[in-house]
């Protein structure tokens, strides 16, 4: 038993009969970077650019990118592209005086306002990942339609990108999931935005902690049809959220299909710990009882009785 303990507390995730679960870092630096991580799963680049009238050079962007690949040769690293407005305003956008910053010009919508913004990062994450051995992946935030997603991996490929993908923050895009895979070559659910977005909840607001429950009914539907358009194309699906760091939620989405978890380094332990107690069969029956419960509390109930 002993032994066993040993082997949970570091090394790669997985269930306690082998179902192998990557369990990957969210950070915003190199800074960042834990000590034997599996890889990155979200890499948010907005630090780059906060603070600044004019956006980083393309060599300032280079030089930190590069810092994350050469720390993790031969893993993975997903870069997300710049997730600027709402909640990570960015004076250089000049978009202040939107009347709804979170429904307004972010994400990858900034793209279309400013495609040199877009093209710059890309061809910066391209230079970084010629020169280090990390395996590199790269996403889009606020992705909505099947349409934008295309037209990022076009852009990521146009650059030598050759794995790109999108987040799921969005419910629209989550209804139409399948669709959105066709053009991109994986998904990863941000929960925190597809929770402000599905409950009409800002996810600022701590009176609205009951509808941004990640075990809220409507929620797991939509990360449950994500995973089985993941299955059906045979791509992976992520979650990158918050909810990937709670133990007993990490099972419910290992349960539902979700191949990798990324999170903030310091929940990575109990995670892991989480995983090597259940077997990959277990998962799937907590996945089934949360996604028929009614409740928050009745979904958490079919995972810790
Ligand atoms: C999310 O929305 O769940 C997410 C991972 O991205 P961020 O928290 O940076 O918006
Ligand atoms: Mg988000």
Redesign the pocket.
Known sequence: ALLDRRAASSGPGATADGHPVALLANIGSARDLPADVEGVGLFRTELLYLDRTEPPSFEEQVTAYGQVFAALPGRKVVVRTL?AGADKPLPFLRLAGEPNPALGIRGLRVARAMPSVLDTQLSAIAAAAASAEADVWVMA??VATAAEAAAFAAACREHGLRTAGV?I?VPAAALRAPTVLRDVDFLSI?T??LSQYTFAADRMCGDLAELLDPWQPALISLIAACAAAGREAGKPVGACGEAAADPDFALVLVGLGISSLSMAARSIPAVREALSAHTYDECVQFAKAALAADTPTTARAAVRP
């Open positions: 997730d935030p606020m987040m923050e941000g925190n935005d």
